[in-house]
């Protein structure tokens, strides 16, 4: 039965995941090598749940209870210790997660489930660096992980039926709609996302449309909730181009080649929301989104 789980990163992704499974009872070792991302993470999950309180979809009790459950580590040996399950929320970087998880198969319990929440990197070869590869898993949550109830599940090619059984279950019992696919490159949320994404950029970079324009044939003419310009932002361009070029190594198919504009603006850390400026420009506390000056109509 799993009970106790630890978290690996405490960035967006990590913070939302130890908020949700934290909020269903369970207890979270969130760990991270920095005490400051640490402090910051609870921050935004306390701000979150006011959020929730002010909606009126909790009471303050859950709050207390949600927050009592999480506890921080810097210490990977001592956040891993008693794991039931792990989740790496680890930058998407293949050296740092190989390196994570075969650390992981010596710290862990031996029957503890070691999962990754990569957005594309092979669960098979993350496995291959385990000393446990039936028991390593693909559990791709979306973003914001509180809100969004999509988890896809990578079965790699070794991962055992008792694994992806138990993963299943437990994402139902936080309330997700898991979806089963198997580990190619990009599964499919990002097969299919990104190419997108990736023609997007392509079209404000030959010039057919501006920013604004694209997004709202996007949102207006295909009801998709956000343009894709604006919902590479969110994801963080960075992590768009991490994804195009693991799909362009793994097809090596010219369609997933990343943009040149793409490319640029991430070596000029132009990044989207976390950096401030992406496509759009954003500013602490405002909602309001407008057209970066970089894009803007002169």
Same mark, same amino acid.
Do not use: C, H, W
């Given at each position: 039965m799993i009970q106790n789980i630890t978290v690996i990163g405490s960035g967006t992704m990590g913070n939302g995941i130890a908020h949700t499974f934290a909020q269903n009872g369970f207890k979270i070792s969130l760990v991270d090598i920095s005490s400051e991302s640490l402090v910051k993470a609870l921050q935004t999950i306390a701000n979150n749940l006011d959020r929730q309180i002010k909606k009126g979809a909790i009471e303050e009790s859950v709050k207390t209870s949600t927050l009592s459950n999480i506890t921080t580590y810097t210490d990977l040996k001592a956040g891993a210790a008693n794991a039931d399950l792990v989740i790496e929320a680890a930058t998407e970087n293949k050296e740092i997660k190989l390196s994570l998880f075969k650390q992981l198969s010596e710290l862990c319990k031996a029957d503890a489930i070691v999962a990754s929440n990569t957005s594309s990197i092979s669960i098979t070869q993350i496995a291959a660096a385990t000393n446990r590869p039936d028991k390593v898993i693909g559990m791709h949550f979306m973003n914001p992980v509180p809100v969004m109830k999509l988890v896809e599940v990578i079965r790699g090619y070794a991962t055992g039926d008792?694994?992806? @059984?138990?993963?299943?279950? +437990?994402?139902?019992? +936080?309330?997700? @709609?898991? =979806?089963? =696919? @198997?580990?190619?490159?990009? %599964? =499919?949320? @990002?097969?299919? +996302?990104?190419?997108?994404?990736?023609?997007?950029?392509?079209? +404000? %970079?030959?010039? =057919?449309?501006?920013?604004?324009?694209?997004d709202t044939v996007m949102k207006l003419g295909m009801a998709h909730p956000m343009g894709p310009l604006q919902l590479a932002d969110f994801i963080g361009l960075d992590v768009c181009l991490a994804i195009l070029r693991v799909l362009y190594d793994g097809f090596g198919n010219q369609k997933y080649a990343p943009c040149p504009l793409l490319v640029n603006m991430v070596t000029a850390g132009h990044l989207g929301v976390k950096s401030g400026n992406g496509f759009y420009t954003y500013t602490p506390g405002n909602k309001e989104v407008i057209v970066a000056s970089k894009f803007a109509h002169s």
């Open positions: 008792a694994t992806i @059984n138990t993963i299943m279950q +437990l994402s139902r019992d +936080l309330g997700k @709609n898991p =979806v089963e =696919v @198997n580990d190619y490159p990009g %599964f =499919v949320a @990002n097969r299919i +996302l990104m190419p997108m994404i990736n023609e997007a950029i392509y079209t +404000l %970079f030959e010039g =057919v449309a501006g920013v604004a324009e694209i």
